[in-house]
């Protein structure tokens, strides 16, 4: 779906096997937004580098909102307004801890930033921008946090130190 509009846009739901991990992955959003994926998901957090899409797949699976860019030359003050929005974010009530949320740079974005959450009873949903718009992926986090088809808190695995598939 790479050069798909700018916005907020629904998905058909697109299976959700477990894949060996670190094993190819094809989804037809960009960003992804639902899909098989790998057997373990991600901690919740902000990462420095890409993270495979099998396991922020699995994320989303759980509940989670994931939120990628795509600045080649950089966007530092993009990044930080997107670090201070996740920093005030409420607490996940469901979990007692910080929400399920993933901030990560992601190469293979066709736009600068994107967000996807799965939604266990519609589907995937991805938003699409241009630049990062606290009032618009805040009104998406809103709209679809939590609604994936599992809901489970916590992560489970940062291979950020050591290398995701090394």
């Not at 094993?23 to 960009?30: I, K, L």
């Not at 993270?51 to 600045?71: D, I, K, Q, S, T």
């Not at 801890?97 to 991805?126: H, I």
């Amino acid at each position: 779906m790479s050069g798909a509009p700018l916005g907020v846009a629904a998905h058909p739901n697109e299976g959700a096997n477990h894949l060996v991990a670190c094993s190819a992955a094809c989804y037809q959003t960009v960003p992804p937004s639902s899909g098989n994926h790998y057997p373990v998901w991600p901690v919740y957090k902000t990462y420095e580098q890409p993270v495979p899409w099998g396991f922020l797949v699995h994320g989303l699976e759980h509940g989670a909102v994931v939120v990628v860019y795509n600045c080649p030359c950089g966007c530092p003050d993009e990044v930080a307004a997107a670090r201070t929005w996740i920093a005030a974010l409420p607490a996940d009530a469901a979990c007692g801890a910080p929400p399920r949320v993933v901030l990560a740079p992601d190469p293979t974005l066709d736009v600068r930033w994107g967000a996807s959450a799965w939604d266990g009873a519609t589907g995937g949903w991805t938003l699409r921008a241009a630049s990062f718009d606290q009032g618009a992926f805040q009104a998406f986090f809103t709209a679809h946090y939590d609604h994936g088809p599992e809901s489970i808190c916590g992560g489970y695995t940062d291979g950020s130190v050591a290398g995701w598939c090394n």
